[in-house]
């Protein structure tokens, strides 16, 4: 995610880290050089004069803005859901934590209580990293691993749903400390209920990550915005003469900006600087549930590097 002030002055068209003009230059100059050559020719291919007004732009134009428009608000949409099921996974994390340690007794005889609440947090935490990974595809072993012992780690690896492996043995875990008698009935079931959130958040943005915008609807609007830009030339080069390619350029820019935009947020998990920085959340989440338990080593939180929040 970008994470800057808006630039003032000459900055605002300089800057390129966040924007879509690196996705889209190469449709940007194929378009501005067919408006130059048409511009040139003045709207005649193989000594034919292509005649058109402006009057079906105007028409295919305004409805066109209006679904791009649409588009981008369902692929924010997205992006926002899955920011807040982030955050509500955060939040879900710091209740576990401190119902962990304020929840399950203390068991005099033997240090079983304190094992199986350093076992359950640390198995919260691998949880957010095994489904960051998951939903980016990426290969989980270290993130993952670091926050299990490796008899555990070892049994886990291979398996299809890692997040979902993890929070099943949470509840083993949490039938351990019922059959103990280290929680009551009424406290496993707030502890339950909180890994239920858990497993609904990750449900959600698997979700959001397996349903993208329909293809159809898609296709559509990336053929007629580009039919639009690469025929607008042969209706303005009548009316403003040689500042057509400027016009075009500018129309262009904000047709294949908007649906490039749209195809970069419509899933939200991935790893380009315009997603939701899900390394920075697990790593603020493994701090917080790390310094519950008590741990001063405590690695630092992710910072920007050149704009970019990962």
Known sequence: MIVRDRPNGLRLFLTMRGSVLPSIWKSLAITTLLAVVVTWSHGQLWHTKIQLTIIPFTLMGLPLAIFLGFRNNSAY??????????????LRNRNFARQCLSLIDDDPSTSTADHLRT????????????????????DAAADVGAHLQPIEWAALQGRVNLSQALMLEMGADLARC????????????????????MVATAASCERIKNTPIPFSYTLLLHRTAYLYCFLLPFGLVDAIGFMTPLVVAIVAYTFYGLDALGDEIEEPFGLSPNDLPLDAICRAIEIDLRDALGETDLPPPLLPVNYWLR
């Open 77 to 90: 949409d997205r992006f926002w859901e899955g920011r807040k099921l982030w955050g509500e996974l955060v």
């Open 119 to 138: 076992r359950m947090i640390r198995r919260a935490i691998a949880f957010s990293h095994a489904l960051r990974h998951q939903l980016r595809r990426s």
């Open 178 to 197: 019922r059959k103990a008698g280290l929680v009551d009935s009424v406290r496993a079931t707030a502890l339950d209920n909180t890994m239920c959130a």
